[in-house]
C-alpha cells in the first residue's frame, strides 16, 4: 500500500553559514500527484532537491516518504525505497550506449551486484526491461548508439529514463526542460504527461507554460520558503505568489 | 532487437573478452618458454620470465583499481610488499608451506587493503593519491624499524616455499610454471569479474560516480570490495615475488615501487584487461636490454615512456586495438 501523502517535509532548515537556503519549508506531495516547484533563481529549489535526495543533509526539520522518516538515510537507501531523482545538468554515463545506461540503473534495482562470476550481458530480462525503457522515452531507435553522440534533447530524455528505470514512486525532476528548443520541450512535457498515474512526480521548472500544463498542485518556494501551495488556478491567483515571482510571466500564461 | 552487446556504433567498454584468438597462442609459447630456454642453454631467461608473470599480476590487480574503478592508489606495492613479508616473517618462524603462507599472504593482502581502503576512499582525487602514498610510506617505515625482521637490511628466505605435490619450487621452470598457472587463473578470474555484474558497476562508478549513487549503488561499499580484492592479489603476488628472489626487504614497499607498477599500467594500458601484462613485459624487458649496456637504464626507460604518452597516451594495447579496427 502507497501512503497517500508519498513525501512530507516538515519545517525544513538548509543553513550554509550565514545563509539560510532552506528555511522552514514544509511541503506535502500526494500519491498519484505532478507537483511542481516554482520559485525565482536563487529560491532555493535545488538545494532542497538535493536534501530531498540525500545529497545534502538537513540542517533541521525532517523529511518523510511513503509513511516514513527519511531524513538520515543515505541516497541509495531512499532509492530502494522508490525515491529517485533526475539533473538539472545532465549527467549520463557518455561512453556507454543508451542501453548499457538503462541496463545499469535496471541493475541497481534489481538484486545485489556482488557478483563476480557469471556474465552480466546474460541476464536478458535487465536488458529487455532496459531497451522497454529505452522506447518509453523515446529513444528506441537511438538504443545502440553512445550516450555522449545523442542531442541535447535526446540526452534530456535518457536523463529522465535513467530515473525511470528504477521504477520510483516519486520522480524528483530537476528542470527536465533545461537547455531545450520547442520541439524538445514539447516532447518532454509529452512524456511526463504519458508518466502520469505510473509515477507520482515533483517538478522543478522554469518553463511556466511546462508548468501549468503538467501540474496538479504547484508549490512556490521563495527565499528558502514555501509561500504558497495549490491548485494551478490558485497559484495563479494568489497575490504574494504574484508580488514574489509570477507577475508578467503569469499575464503571457493565460494570455 | 534487444541483444546487448553487439552494436552498430562502436564496441562497448564494458566488454573485455579473452581475445582467444591471440592470447591461446601466447600461453603455448609462455608453457614451451622453459624448453626453449633450455634447449638454448639460457635457462637463466627461465627466472626472468617468472618475474615478468609476478609483475604482471601485481600491475594488472593495480589496473583493476585503477583502470577499471578509476581509483589512482600511489600505495599499491604496500600490498605486495605484505604478501612479501608474509612469506619471509613465516618461513623465518619456520613456516614454510606454501599452503599455508601463499594464502595468508593473499588474505593478508586484502585485510591491509581493506583497513587502508576503509579511510582512504573517503577521499577524491588528488587527496587519494597522497593519502594511499602515506598509507604505505607507513608500512616502509614500520619494516625499516623492525630489526627482527631484517630492519632496512631485509631478510633473506632459506629456502623457497614447500608446496608438496611432487614439485620443486626450487627449480626455476617449476617455480616458472606454478606462477604461471596462478597468473592465468587470476587473469580470467578478473576477466570473468570484469564482465560480470560487478565489473559494470565498477565501471558505472570510473565513468560518473555522481550519479552511480543517485540511481541507487552504495558506491564507497563497491570500490572497497574492489580495492580489497586489488589488494589480495597483490599480496599473492607479493608472496610469489620473496620466493623468485628468497629475499624480501622494505624496499618491495617504497613509493618507488608503487610508481613503478603505475608506469607499469600506463605503459600498457589504463582500463585494458591486458594492459598490466603488456606492462609489465615492456616495462621489464627495456629494463633487462638496457642494464646491458648503461646503468643509467632508467634514462632510456624514461624516453620510451614519453613516446609511449605522447604517441599511444591509452597504452601499448590502444594501439593494438587501433590496428585491430583498421
Avoid: C
Amino acid at each position: 500500500m502507497t501512503h497517500p501523502v508519498l513525501l512530507r517535509t516538515d519545517r525544513l532548515v538548509k543553513r550554509f553559514g550565514g545563509l539560510v537556503a532552506t528555511d522552514h519549508a514544509s511541503l506535502s506531495v500526494a500519491t498519484g500527484e505532478i507537483h511542481a516547484l516554482i520559485g525565482p533563481n536563487g529560491a532555493g529549489k535545488t538545494t532542497l532537491i538535493h536534501q530531498l535526495s540525500g545529497a545534502l543533509a538537513p540542517t533541521s526539520g525532517q523529511i518523510h516518504f511513503d509513511g516514513r522518516e527519511i531524513t538520515g538515510l543515505p541516497i541509495h537507501e531512499r532509492v530502494h525505497l522508490g525515491l529517485v531523482r533526475s539533473y538539472q545538468i545532465t549527467s549520463v554515463f557518455k561512453r556507454l550506449s543508451v542501453l548499457d545506461n538503462l541496463a545499469l540503473a535496471a541493475q541497481a534495482h534489481d538484486g545485489s551486484s556482488l557478483r563476480f562470476w557469471r556474465p552480466a550481458r546474460a541476464e536478458r530480462m535487465r536488458y529487455e526491461a532496459a531497451a522497454a525503457v529505452a522506447e518509453r522515452v523515446g529513444l528506441g531507435p537511438q538504443m545502440h548508439r553512445i550516450a555522449g553522440a545523442l542531442s541535447h534533447g535526446e540526452q534530456r530524455q535518457l536523463e529522465v529514463g535513467l530515473a525511470l528505470a528504477l521504477r520510483p514512486k516519486l520522480l524528483l525532476l530537476d528542470e527536465p526542460m533545461a537547455g531545450m528548443g520547442p520541439d524538445e520541450s514539447e516532447r518532454m512535457v509529452a512524456l511526463l504527461q504519458s508518466l502520469r498515474g505510473e509515477t507520482t512526480m515533483l517538478l522543478v521548472e522554469h518553463d511556466m507554460d511546462a508548468v501549468f500544463r503538467l501540474a496538479d498542485r504547484i508549490s512556490t518556494l521563495v527565499f528558502g520558503k514555501v509561500i504558497a501551495s495549490g491548485t494551478p488556478d490558485e497559484i495563479r491567483e494568489n497575490p504574494e505568489v504574484r508580488r514574489a515571482y509570477l507577475g508578467d510571466e503569469l499575464d503571457e500564461v493565460s494570455a | 532487437m534487444t541483444t546487448p552487446s553487439k552494436n552498430d556504433t562502436a564496441p562497448s567498454i564494458l566488454d573485455h573478452g579473452l581475445r582467444l584468438r591471440w592470447s591461446v597462442p601466447l600461453l603455448i609459447a609462455l608453457v614451451l618458454l622453459p624448453a626453449i630456454a633450455t634447449a638454448l642453454d639460457e635457462g637463466f631467461y627461465i627466472g626472468v620470465a617468472s618475474r615478468i608473470l609476478i609483475f604482471a599480476l601485481a600491475a594488472t590487480s593495480l589496473n583493476l583499481i585503477l583502470g577499471f574503478g578509476g581509483m589512482v592508489s600511489f600505495g599499491h606495492a604496500a600490498f605486495v610488499g605484505v604478501g612479501a613479508y608474509t612469506v619471509g616473517i613465516l618461513m623465518q618462524d619456520g613456516v614454510d608451506s606454501a599452503w599455508i603462507a601463499w594464502p595468508a599472504a593473499f588474505v593478508l593482502g586484502g585485510l591491509f587493503a581493506f583497513v587502508i581502503g576503509l579511510v582512504s576512499l573517503r577521499t577524491q582525487g588528488v587527496y587519494f593519491i597522497m593519502i594511499t602514498l602515506a598509507f604505505a610510506q607507513m608500512l616502509f617505515y614500520l619494516m625499516v624499524s623492525l630489526k627482527a625482521y631484517g630492519g632496512e637490511d631485509g631478510l633473506s628466505l632459506a629456502s623457497r616455499s614447500q608446496l608438496g605435490l611432487g614439485l620443486d619450487l626450487a627449480d626455476d621452470a617449476q617455480f616458472y610454471y606454478v606462477v604461471l598457472a596462478l597468473f592465468v587463473l587470476a587473469f580470467v578470474a578478473i576477466q570473468r569479474l570484469l564482465n560480470a555484474r560487478f565489473g559494470h558497476v565498477l565501471q558505472g562508478i570510473r565513468e560518473n560516480e555522481v550519479r552511480m549513487a543517485a540511481i541507487g549503488f552504495p558506491v564507497y561499499r563497491y570500490k572497497l570490495v574492489a580495492f580489497t580484492i586489488a589488494g589480495a592479489i597483490a599480496g599473492l603476488a607479493g608472496a610469489l615475488l620473496a620466493n623468485q628472489g628468497s629475499f624480501v626487504s622494505p624496499s618491495l614497499l617504497q613509493w618507488s615501487q608503487s610508481g613503478m607498477l603505475m608506469i607499469m599500467v600506463i605503459l600498457g594500458g589504463v582500463g585494458h584487461l591486458f594492459g598490466g601484462l603488456a606492462g609489465a613485459v615492456a616495462f621489464l624487458l627495456i629494463e633487462e636490454v638496457l642494464v646491458a649496456y648503461t646503468i643509467h637504464w632508467q634514462f632510456g626507460l624514461g624516453a620510451v615512456l614519453l613516446a609511449v604518452v605522447l604517441l599511444a597516451p591509452n597504452g601499448l594495447m590502444s594501439l593494438w586495438r587501433r590496428r585491430a579496427r583498421k
